[in-house]
């Protein structure tokens, strides 16, 4: 691996950082357009029940009110992110027959302010007929339960299954058998900025919408669906995004309601949520029920593994088919398992929509695999590092099927976390209260499935050159946080030898950035949008490349280079002149065409998951009060591969933004919710840890190169949300004997445990 970078591997500042620090940004919520209005969603108030009658008539007449639309307004186009199966898009604009939650959408209205639209609201009489609700996964699957959509009448809206080697015979070859029932809760995303949009339709029939949004490709498609409108004759723009982890990226009701809205008055319309109705009817990570039974040989083998999750979905689908199958991916992952089966069962309930969310999937199956290495060790007299180690995969392992492991630096972060946080003498030594444990992760770079059933590339990008010497890169890439445009521009300022600070961003606007991208999910932008620039540099480089061998007569196109802003031949640098120099030349050869490259990428017969994954280890420190049962943790340490870092500095932020969510779900966030209700409707209910919670800790960097990713990068950051709850919940038992299957961990479960309550 080359190591000759002057941009890539550098710690560069964030390109938004000063903007977003000066207050400058400017989201969604801070656009007005002339002649604005103001939406507000009605919301239902029973989780099941059949709608007998709407009357708008009193909310109509509301002096102010300018539109009111309910389901017989729309054309009742069901949409969903799953484009591939028709049947799993269950969701419609508006509730027509029925509600299915506490807080599906029934009806909404624009007004001349805020005020007056939700004053409109409470003038709107929805008549229901109520029905009796499932709100678990085993009162919906139980027989009699009600039927939530008529399509399944079990309420198991899909199966996904995975399946090779003999596990009888693997269990019948096991020294020990560990069968154990796991269940893991439901979080919000809990980003700052709350879902907010505004729509404005032109005197030309087309739309423009500006929304907080991860997928601005997947809302202009949905909306076009919905609305019965070309895809061209629709504008998406993604402003500044403040923050999103999945939460972002799908088509959402208020964005088709401002979309049609608009339409129909004509006058722009925004909707900007409330964080109540974030936390109570948002989408949110699926709760699960988790049953694995996993054997090993006497010395510590894995030799079968049979995984069933069942996804509590919540009332429509959502995210949740691709949630249902990266589940039994990750329960295969990390260590070598020959034999093994997956169940995944995607469950409808009459809760609020599970979707997408930091890790999709990866968090539930990682909790009960990790949890299982650390009960086999103990009940095999193994420290739980040996039994990582013997079981550990490394480069060119396979999951029959699923995926081939093309770099790994697994075993290398098993090794260096041990030695980092000094664990062989910690674990054998600390005293009553004081415990250390361990928790690992493998996760995807990006998937390989096309479920949205796109016709064009996963992504793409356009690069313009200019005798400035400055270049312009156009990409539908989304930043909502993470960082991809300085990463983005840091890719393309190596490639052309140039400074970030002469690159030109534009991204996220459907009518000016190339027509492909799906988005920012899967940690996916890195090395998919990463692979697209690097391309369409290319095509910049063979064509200065050209002219600049001819003006020298060197007859060495292959043999030349872009650095320090200049273009020159490698074995004579001083036959070269400035890139700007070099693209003015370009230009007058092709009698004034525009020097342009383009690049896309796809991913093909890399496996049916993702092409590349990273891998990791985190251990956490912790002291339990034995009398309140109260967890601090001290100390959490991570050893992470993620091939080559394209800006340290950022992996280093989105590393302690992993342990900072994986904090809240090991410890302290979850929803109270009593016959679908949610009641933990504000910050003060819903506990996110704060800045003082966070506890020290230091990150290392396994060194090692992907060559499926731009530069040998891959994923970093969201896979690292995952080891976190399992490394607490080991150190946790390590302390006190207590060992938690049911997050969170909180102190009452410690107490509990160990027999005070």
Same mark, same amino acid.
């Given at each position: 691996m080359s190591t000759n970078f002057s941009v890539v591997g550098k710690s560069l500042p964030r390109s938004d950082a000063r903007i977003k620090a000066v207050g400058a940004a400017r989201y969604c919520d801070d656009i007005i357009r002339p002649g604005m209005l103001f939406g507000k969603i009605l919301r239902s108030p029973v989780a099941h029940a059949k709608i007998l009658n709407i009357d708008v008539s009193k909310a109509k007449a509301l002096p102010g009110v300018k539109s009111v639309i309910t389901a017989d307004d729309t054309l009742k186009i069901r949409f969903g992110n799953w484009r591939l199966v028709p049947e799993s898009q269950d969701e419609l604009p508006l509730a027509t027959d029925k509600v299915r939650f506490i807080g599906d959408e029934v009806a909404a209205v624009a007004a001349i302010d805020k005020? %007056?639209?939700?004053?409109?609201?409470?003038?709107?009489?929805? &008549? #229901?007929?109520?029905?009796?609700?499932?709100? =678990?996964?085993d009162e919906s699957m139980a027989e009699g339960a009600p039927v939530i959509h008529e399509a399944n009448p079990n309420n198991i809206s899909l199966q996904r299954k995975i399946d090779y080697g003999d596990l009888d015979q693997g269990f019948a070859d096991s020294h020990l058998i560990l069968d154990n029932e796991f269940t893991v809760h439901a979080t919000s995303h809990a980003y700052m900025e709350p879902c907010s949009c505004v729509a404005e339709y032109d005197h030309d029939g087309r739309l423009t919408i500006w929304t907080s949004t991860q997928t601005p490709y997947f809302v202009q498609c949905l909306l076009a669906q919905t609305l019965g409108m070309r895809e061209n004759d629709i504008r998406v723009i993604k402003p500044f995004v403040g923050g999103g982890f999945g939460g972002k990226m799908e088509l959402r009701k208020w964005e088709f309601c401002a979309a049609f809205m608009a339409r129909e008055t004509g006058r722009p319309v925004k909707f900007t949520l409330t964080r109540s109705e974030e936390l109570t009817t948002g989408r949110r990570r699926h709760p699960m029920k988790i049953r694995s039974k996993i054997g090993f040989s006497k010395d510590g083998i894995i030799l079968a593994k049979e995984f069933t999750a069942y996804l509590d979905g919540g009332a429509y689908n959502s995210m949740g088919p691709t949630a249902a199958f990266l589940c039994g991916n990750f329960g295969g992952m990390l260590y070598r398992h020959p034999n093994y089966r997956y169940n995944g069962y995607h469950v409808y !309930?009459?809760?609020?929509?599970?979707?997408?969310?930091?890790?999709?999937?990866a968090p539930q199956a990682?909790?009960?695999a990790e949890t299982q290495m650390n009960m086999a060790a103990q009940e095999l007299g193994m420290d739980p590092l040996d039994i990582r180690l013997k079981n550990a995969m490394v480069t060119g392992d396979e999951i029959p099927g699923v995926a081939k492991i093309s770099s790994c630096g697994f075993k290398e972060s098993l090794l260096k976390v041990a030695e980092m946080t000094n664990w062989r003498e910690k674990r054998k030594n600390l005293k009553k209260g004081q415990g250390i444990g361990i928790g690992c992760y493998s996760f995807i770079s990006g998937g390989v499935f096309n479920w949205f059933n796109t016709r064009y590339n996963f992504t793409r990008a356009e690069v313009r050159a200019f005798d400035d010497g400055t270049v312009h890169l156009l990409t539908m890439a989304s930043d909502i946080g993470q960082g991809c445009d300085t990463v983005l521009r840091q890719i393309l300022a190596e490639e052309l030898g140039l400074e970030v600070k002469d690159i030109r961003l534009t991204a996220a606007d459907t009518a000016v950035t190339p027509q492909a991208d799906l988005g920012t999910w899967g940690s996916?932008? !890195?090395?998919?949008?990463?692979?697209?620039?690097?391309?369409?540099?290319?095509? +910049?480089?063979?064509?200065?490349?050209?002219?600049?061998?001819?003006?020298? &007569?060197?007859?060495?196109?292959?043999?030349?280079?872009?650095?320090?802003g200049r273009i020159y031949a490698k074995n004579r640098p001083d036959r070269g002149i400035d890139f700007g120099e070099a693209v003015r030349l370009a230009q007058r050869a092709n009698r004034g065409d525009p020097i342009i490259g383009y690049g896309s990428y796809t991913p093909r017969n890399k496996g049916l998951v993702t092409p590349a994954f990273s891998f990791g280890a985190q251990v956490a420190e912790v002291e339990v009060d034995l009398e309140t049962g109260a967890i601090e943790v001290k100390e959490m340490n991570t050893a992470h591969d993620?091939? !080559?870092? +394209?800006?340290?500095? =950022?992996?280093?932020?989105?590393?302690?933004?992993?342990?900072?969510?994986?904090?809240? #779900?090991?410890?302290?966030?979850?929803? +109270?919710?009593k016959g679908g209700k949610t009641l933990t409707s504000t910050f003060l209910d819903y506990k996110i840890p704060c800045a003082e919670d966070m506890p020290p800790g230091k990150s290392v960097h396994i060194d090692t190169y992907e060559p499926e990713g731009p530069f040998g990068a891959k994923e970093a950051?969201?896979?690292?949300?995952?080891? !976190?709850?399992?490394? %607490?919940?080991?150190?946790?038992?390590?302390?006190?004997? #207590?060992r938690c299957m049911d997050l969170p961990i909180t102190p009452e479960k410690v107490l509990k445990g160990l027999g005070k309550l």
């Open positions: 005020d %007056i639209a939700e004053e409109a609201l409470s003038l709107i009489k929805v &008549d #229901y007929e109520e029905l009796p609700g499932a709100f =678990s996964v !309930t009459n809760k609020p929509p599970a979707g997408a969310m930091r890790g999709f999937g990682l909790f009960v996916r932008v !890195t090395l998919m949008a990463g692979n697209a620039v690097r391309k369409a540099a290319a095509e +910049i480089k063979e064509q200065l490349f050209k002219v600049v061998s001819m003006k020298f &007569d060197l007859n060495v196109i292959h043999d030349m280079a872009c650095k320090d993620c091939g !080559t870092p +394209i800006n340290p500095m =950022s992996v280093e932020g989105q590393l302690e933004g992993s342990v900072h969510m994986g904090l809240g #779900y090991a410890l302290s966030e979850q929803f +109270i919710m950051g969201e896979g690292l949300v995952s080891p !976190t709850a399992p490394a %607490i919940a080991d150190a946790v038992c390590h302390a006190t004997g #207590y």
